[in-house]
């Protein structure tokens, strides 16, 4: 089973920040919180991801919490192509496989 | 470099009948998976690959279903007898194999059995 809870969905006017929250609260000191995306009828796609501190990239900001049992990602000026599905992945190490475990995600809808 | 690519993109068969995907992965990774998805759900892991080795099976992936990677680059999975609860987009990632490196997705085949 997947070791996150995020919204099942959520609405975003076009050009503001969307943040999207995630609870992890199982999760183990070396393990990674992983976020990705999914436009309707393509493969998932890779936004940013984070052990401890804080990260930007290109795409979004990941706002981890100092006890590592929530995040939160930020997309800072949603535009429509943003509407996607997005998972919260908590990165499991078994056997060396590094597989990720997917939920549900959020259902993030920007708005005009 | 293209990507994750995987064909056919849909597929229509009836049930019964055998099915093979194909997924070329992005040429120097060493990781590949294999990932269902049904309407509604997240992907749901079936298998890996490191190289040519099959490390990992779900057990989601039943008899009927298998996957090689004879060459360590392309994968093939195929589904034997298919039934209409087969019907699915069926996904392939690759990865660098090294830790803390990200996935990268095809656009995946869409599986419908009549």
């Known amino acids: 089973d997947a070791k996150t809870t995020q919204p099942t969905s959520m609405d975003c006017a076009e050009g503001r920040a969307a943040n999207l929250p995630c609870n992890h609260s199982?999760?183990?000191?070396?393990?990674?919180v992983y976020w990705y995306r999914q436009i309707h009828s393509q493969g998932p796609q890779y936004i940013i991801h984070?052990?401890?501190n804080n990260e930007t990239n290109e795409m979004a900001s990941l706002i981890i919490t100092e006890d590592r049992k929530s995040s939160t990602l930020i997309l800072p000026h949603a535009t429509l192509r943003d509407t996607a599905v997005y998972y919260c992945?908590?990165?499991?190490?078994?056997?060396?496989?590094?597989?990720?475990?997917f939920g549900k995600g959020t259902k993030l809808t920007v708005n005009p | 470099d293209t990507g994750v690519s995987q064909n056919p993109r849909h597929k229509i068969t009836k049930r019964g009948q055998n099915v093979t995907f194909r997924c070329d992965p992005i040429s120097e990774h060493n990781r590949l998976y294999w990932y269902r998805q049904t309407l509604g759900q997240g992907p749901e892991f079936l298998t890996y690959f490191q190289n040519e080795a099959q490390l990992e099976k779900s057990r989601l992936l039943s008899d009927r279903f298998s996957a090689e990677r004879p060459k360590g680059s392309f994968s093939t999975l195929e589904i034997q007898r298919t039934e209409q609860g087969d019907s699915a987009m069926y996904l392939c990632?690759?990865?660098?194999?090294?830790?803390?490196?990200?996935?990268?997705f095809g656009q995946g085949t869409r599986l419908t059995v009549v």
């Open positions: 199982t999760i183990s000191g070396n393990e990674y």
């Open positions: 992945i908590v990165r499991l190490l078994q056997g060396g496989s590094e597989k990720l475990v």
């Open positions: 990632a690759s990865s660098l194999g090294m830790l803390n490196t990200e996935a990268f």
């Open positions: 984070g052990l401890k």
